[in-house]
Structure formats: structure tokens, C-alpha cells
């Protein structure tokens, strides 16, 4: 009888082991080429398996993704509950950091696999699309949850802008650490910290943001229309979740007509990117050409990108699509972030030295200002519940003031 209960225990430690094994294999693949590009055969030849022994476990590709999917949701609640053992806001959210960046120390000294991102989620079909966004919004809550119970409607709608960073930062994390060394991992941990605990603004700063009226190129505007529907339907269901025909029918036109303004898919998805790109640069360029304080234009900067992020027609293309595109395509679309970014970080420096802009590490804020623009499209349900200028002041606030100023309730 001992022998046979061994043999069992055995037995169930080895299928567990291999479906790990099949599940670490599947998130890499969905990193790689989002979740509908992702094969069994490609899963199997990861870990060393044919194509049958894969469909032992998961009988349906679409049931990996979810397994995939799932398992990421459940790390992140661990991660949470085990933050939420911490005092005060500021503590469970920096326990919170330091968690992700032990996950990704791990990762890197291969002790542990990365998990799936979670961009795909919406991608997927009922009712496995129900089960994961309610799991999701489970990720949310609890991350709302590290600031405590609100007390009022606008501290929940506060809390909301300020999860929704964090969460987003972490998940940008693994795109930017790479460029340090792996010993300074944790120096960067500490800067973004800093950058959460106290914001960049400087100690007069004030949240005054001016208009700035940023155009497209109207020469061509079916090529334009285009580029607006597939941006917003690449942002909501991924880079394959979002077909040619969807897109067409969208705009009430025909495939043919797609194929007028542009080649391909990817093309497609490039010209996107560039029109993002070009937005973001344009409002940076026009900061710095009407002059004023660092610290003013950066404010005016965000102030309308996030205008364009909350509008029900215009937005900038998120970075997740990228999983999709060739790498050689990939690649310059990342060179153009980064130069972005390099921007931002510029802007950064110079507000330290006149003083409008607190001392930070300016790489790491610029970053971080790269993602918590990024994904603010994913909040403008959010947003259109209250006067456009609030919504951006309250998500600004985030990061220019840090996660646990309140000032911005009081505008």
C-alpha cells in the first residue's frame, strides 16, 4: 500500500511538473506573438514535448491561453495579499515593488519563468473571456485596495488612477531593467520608489497645464481614418484580436478598400505606431517651442496626451501590440520610443537644475512616464465619468505628485 501511495505522489509531483513546464513554455510564447499567435507545436517544442503530449493537458489551445492567463492573475494576488500585511499606503506599495523586482531577479538568474502579460485578455472568447476579466478586475480592486477603504467618491475615483499606474509600471518594468546591470537592479527599484512616494514636481510646482492643439495630416483622411479605427481596436483586443475585416467593418468599407491605403497588416500596425509617435514628439515639440519652465512643459505635454488618451475618437497606439510585429519592424518601433523617452528625460534634467522639477533619476521618470501615458487609454471609461480636465488631473497627479499627495481633490 506504501508503495503504490508513492508511486502516486510521484506520479502527480511529474504531471504537475510537466504542465508547469508546459504553462512557463506558453507564456513565453504569448510574451512572444500574443496569445492567437501562439501554436501548439511551438508550446512543444519549448519544453521538449511533441504536439499530443501538450493536448494531453490542455485539450484546446484557446484552454493554455487561459491557463496561462490564469496563473498570472492568481501571482499577482499573492503579491498583493502579501503587500497588504504592510502598515500604511506608502509601505504596501513600495512591498509591492520590491516583490516584482525580486520576481524579476529571479527571472533573470533563471531560478524562475516569466509570466504571461495580460494584454490579450480582452482578445479572448466567451465565456473563458468572462472568467479572466472578472479575475482581472479582482487584480484591480485589490491594488485599489493597498491605499485603504475611500471615503468618498473622489477618493475612490483617485484610487483608481493611481492603481492603474502602479499596476502598469510594474508590468513595464521588464522592458526597461535590461538596460542596467543586473547589481543595479535594485538602486532602480529604489529610484521608482521615490518617484511614487513623492512625485517629480518641485516644491512650488503647481498643476496649470495650457492648451496645446495638436493636428494630423488631413491630405489623406480615409488613410486617416483608418489608422484612428485600427489604433482603437488594436488597443481593446490585441494585435491579431483586431482583424483586417473587423477593422473594415468598423468602417462600414471593404477589405479592398484597407488594401488601398495600405499593403499589410503589419504595415498597418507600423503606420499606427508612427502616427502615436508623431503625436507624443508634436506635443513635446510644441511645449518647448511656446518656452517657459521645464516643469510647465512637461505639465503641458501630459496634460494633452492625455486629452488625446480620453477622447472618444483620437488615442495613442499601446505598446502591447508589438508582440505581434517582425522584429525588424519591432526593433525601430522601440529605437522611436526609446528617443521619446530620452526627450522626456531631458526635459527632467533641465527642471532639476532651474529647480521646478524635484531631483530624480530623470532616466527612470521618463519611463515611467512612458507607461503611465501609454496605458491611459485603458481608463477612459473611467475618465468620461467627470469633467475631461479633472480626469486629467486626477491621473497626472500620479506621477507628478506622487500616489499619496491629495491635492489634486481639491481642484
Request: hydrophobic share 40%; aromatic share 10%; net charge neutral.
Amino acid at each position: 500500500m506504501g508503495d503504490a501511495r508513492a508511486e502516486e505522489t510521484t506520479s502527480t509531483r511529474r504531471f504537475r511538473e510537466k504542465r508547469d513546464a508546459i504553462l512557463a513554455a506558453a507564456a513565453e510564447a504569448i510574451n512572444e506573438q500574443s496569445a492567437k499567435g501562439m501554436t501548439f507545436a511551438d508550446v512543444a517544442r519549448r519544453v521538449g514535448l511533441n504536439t499530443t503530449s501538450v493536448t494531453y493537458y490542455f485539450k484546446r489551445k484557446e484552454d493554455l491561453a487561459a491557463a496561462a492567463f490564469e496563473y498570472t492573475l492568481d501571482y499577482l494576488l499573492r503579491m498583493l495579499d502579501e503587500a497588504m500585511r504592510a502598515d500604511t499606503p506608502a509601505e504596501r506599495v513600495e512591498a509591492y515593488l520590491r516583490l516584482n523586482m525580486a520576481r524579476l531577479e529571479r527571472i533573470e538568474q533563471d531560478e524562475e519563468k516569466p509570466f504571461a502579460v495580460l494584454s490579450d485578455l480582452r482578445a479572448t472568447e466567451d465565456p473563458v473571456r468572462t472568467r479572466l476579466m472578472a479575475g482581472w478586475r479582482e487584480v484591480f480592486r485589490r491594488t485599489r485596495n493597498l491605499w485603504g477603504q475611500p471615503s468618498s467618491r473622489a477618493h475612490t475615483d483617485l484610487a483608481s488612477a493611481r492603481a492603474h499606474v502602479l499596476l502598469e509600471n510594474t508590468f513595464w518594468m521588464p522592458v526597461w531593467l535590461p538596460r542596467y546591470d543586473a547589481d543595479q537592479w535594485p538602486r532602480a527599484c529604489d529610484r521608482l520608489i521615490d518617484i511614487f512616494r513623492h512625485g517629480i514636481a518641485g516644491p512650488d510646482a503647481r498643476w496649470s497645464p495650457q492648451p496645446i492643439a495638436l493636428t494630423h495630416d488631413d491630405s489623406m483622411p480615409g488613410r486617416e481614418a483608418f489608422l484612428l479605427a485600427a489604433t482603437r481596436l488594436i488597443n481593446e483586443l490585441g494585435y491579431r484580436g483586431a482583424s483586417v475585416q473587423r477593422i473594415a467593418s468598423e468602417l462600414n468599407v471593404t477589405k479592398g478598400s484597407f488594401y488601398h491605403h495600405l499593403d499589410a497588416k503589419d504595415d498597418l500596425v507600423a503606420a499606427c505606431y508612427r502616427r502615436s509617435f508623431d503625436t507624443i514628439a508634436a506635443a513635446q515639440r510644441q511645449a518647448d517651442e511656446r518656452g517657459g519652465s521645464q516643469w510647465q512643459r512637461l505639465s503641458d505635454t501630459v496634460a494633452a496626451l492625455l486629452d488625446v488618451q480620453f477622447s472618444e475618437h483620437g488615442s495613442l497606439l499601446r505598446t502591447t501590440a508589438l508582440s505581434g510585429l517582425p522584429y525588424e519592424t519591432r526593433d525601430a518601433m522601440v529605437e522611436r520610443s526609446n528617443r521619446i523617452a530620452r526627450r522626456f528625460a531631458g526635459t527632467i534634467s533641465d527642471g532639476i537644475a532651474e529647480g521646478t522639477i524635484r531631483s530624480v533619476d530623470s532616466l527612470i521618470a521618463a519611463q515611467s512616464m512612458m507607461a503611465f501615458l501609454n496605458a491611459a487609454f485603458d481608463m477612459r471609461k473611467w475618465a468620461w465619468s467627470m469633467p475631461r480636465d479633472r480626469a486629467v488631473a486626477l491621473y497626472a497627479s500620479t506621477l507628478m505628485f506622487g500616489m499619496f499627495d491629495d491635492r489634486a481633490l481639491e481642484g
